[in-house]
């Protein structure tokens, strides 16, 4: 599966994905992402892409290879995605459940690995720092408390090589602690 796919797409990059294996199907974990996802399924003999039905409006060209889906989807065996909302309303993340049987999560936009290992924060515009409310953190946190994953991957580079499922829902107490003005007295 192909998540978030880049911007630019040729025939390196193309021929790069084809030697580690292929592409049977792209998701993007929010409409930010969906600009060349078309293309890079024609690449690949049309792959089915993933979107969220929440954001559907979002997407500007559409083709026979779009496979919306309303909460979750599973591409390949092995692979779910997840709307989890936040950054938008159909914003997803990716799970996978190999990666030696701990799972990984892609999280897009939605939950974000910061500087320090074992937290995540929760945007609903990271380039703004525009926060979300606690009600939706605690949703979202719920949203993929039943999913395993250990490691996560955000977008911009942040990682958490292990826990990550403990630190969305240590994470999301603490944010909405936070948000909700009960540490008010430390400011």
């Known amino acids: 599966v192909l998540f978030d796919v880049p911007a630019y797409i ?13 592409v049977a199907a792209i998701a993007a974990s929010h409409p930010h992402m969906f600009g060349t996802q078309l293309e890079w399924s024609a690449a690949f003999d049309d792959a089915p892409v993933f979107v969220c039905r929440a ?13 919306p889906y309303f909460h979750e989807a599973e591409p390949v065996p092995g692979v779910r995605l997840r709307r989890v909302g936040g950054h938008f309303p159909g914003s997803a993340v990716a799970v996978w459940t ?15 690995p910061v500087a ?3 937290w995540v ?21 719920a949203s993929v408390n039943d999913l395993d994953f250990d490691r996560m991957y955000g977008n911009f580079g942040q ?6 499922h403990s630190a ?12 909700s003005g009960e540490h008010d007295h430390l400011t």
């Open 98 to 112: 190999g990666a030696d049987g701990t799972g990984v999560m892609l999280s897009g936009d939605s939950i974000g």
């Open 10 to 22: 040729d025939a390196e990059a193309v021929a790069a994905i084809r030697d580690l294996g292929g």
């Open 55 to 67: 954001d559907l409006d979002w997407v500007q060209r559409t083709g026979r290879a779009l496979c």
């Open 159 to 164: 990682t958490i090589g292990t826990g990550a």
């Open 121 to 141: 924060t929760f945007m609903r515009s990271f380039p703004n720092y525009l926060p979300l409310s606690a009600a939706v953190v605690k949703r979202i946190a």
């Open 168 to 179: 969305v829902q240590t994470s999301a107490e603490r944010y909405a602690e936070w948000v």
């Open 116 to 118: 320090r290992e074992g």
